[in-house]
């Protein structure tokens, strides 16, 4: 059975970090692109990071750079999102994806809030 399940979010006050853990089970990891997105209430799913399968490249959305690093541990079949410096702007339910890398195939989590306020 295949599962990507995203843990870490909570409330916190701005300036503050988290980190966002995304384990997954029931497919081979190694073999995926690991993207996090987030979603904001009355907004659309947005990208906010990438990270090869072998974790050698990495690229971030223009309103991350800088603050967040995502990272991997392909012995742990787990993905991470390094968040620092956080706004109330990055308040929103944060998942994270899968993407087979010979083939369009994806999963995605359940998603995990996070949330940033004083």
């Known amino acids: 059975q295949v599962q990507l399940v995203e843990s870490g979010g909570g409330l916190v006050q701005p300036g503050g970090s988290l980190r966002l853990t995304c384990t997954a089970s029931?497919?081979?990891?190694?073999?995926?692109?690991m993207r996090w997105y987030r979603q904001a209430p009355g907004k659309e799913r947005e990208w906010v990071a990438v990270?090869?399968?072998?974790?050698?490249?990495?690229n971030y959305a223009d309103s991350v750079k800088g603050r967040f690093i995502i990272s991997r541990d392909n012995a742990k079949n787990t993905a991470y999102l390094q968040m620092n410096s956080l706004k109330p702007e990055d308040t929103a339910v944060y998942y994270c994806?899968?993407?087979?890398?010979?083939?369009?195939?994806?999963?995605w989590g359940q998603g995990t809030q996070v949330t940033v306020s004083s």
């Open positions: 994806k899968a993407t087979l890398i010979t083939g369009p195939l994806n999963y």
């Open positions: 029931g497919f081979t990891f190694s073999r995926y692109t």
């Open positions: 990270i090869t399968n072998t974790g050698d490249s990495t």
